[in-house]
Each structure stands twice: as C-alpha cells, then as structure tokens.
C-alpha cells in the first residue's frame, strides 16, 4: 500500500497558547488568508476569555468541577483575548489553516 499525503498539510500549523496574569491579554491573531479550528478553555468561572472583544461565557460550573471547552472556528482579522481576571488561566489550542 502506498503512502499518500494529505493536500494542505504543509500549510497547516499548531497553535498551543496558555496566558495567566494579565487581564485581556491577545493571545492569538488569525493571519491573513488563513482560519483557525480549535478549542478555547479557563479554569474562570465565568468566561473562557474574548474574541474580537465580546466575551465568550460558559455555564457556571462549581470551582471543582470540570468547566467546559469551547469549539471555535475563527478567520483572518479574528482576535482572542485572555479571559478578563488576570488569575485565570486561559488555554488556546487548535490548528491554523489555509483559508
């Protein structure tokens, strides 16, 4: 059986970004003539962080439980931002494509 690449493989990267520490920090742009699928998390109990300003809440779960991810899809120009307490810790992970 022959190998077979997969097309636009090359062009895709990884993007892994944890901040802590600072309120409303950009963590991310999305470049031009790109996209980006992935997840957004905080251990905040209110919201994961912003993207292009608005914040992005998420159901109030008790500080021990499991807080939720958030499934995102973002285009060039697009924004994310740390979560609005600088004690939180806001993750961003997922993989940059071409648009």
Not at 11 to 39: H, L
Not at 58 to 84: C, E, N, R
Request: overall charge neutral; proline content about 3%.
């Amino acid at each position: 059986m022959a190998l077979t690449g997969i097309v636009g493989a090359a062009s895709a990267k990884s993007i892994n970004i944890e901040v802590q520490g600072t309120a409303n920090q950009t963590m991310y742009t999305v470049p031009d003539g790109k996209k980006f699928i992935g997840k957004m998390w905080t251990n905040g109990s209110s919201c994961f962080g912003k993207i292009n300003g608005v914040n992005m809440r998420h159901p109030y779960v008790h500080t021990s439980g499991i807080k939720p991810l958030l499934d995102i899809t973002l285009y060039a120009g697009d924004i994310v931002q740390s979560s609005a307490t600088a004690s939180d810790y806001t993750t961003l992970h997922g993989t940059e494509i071409d648009a």
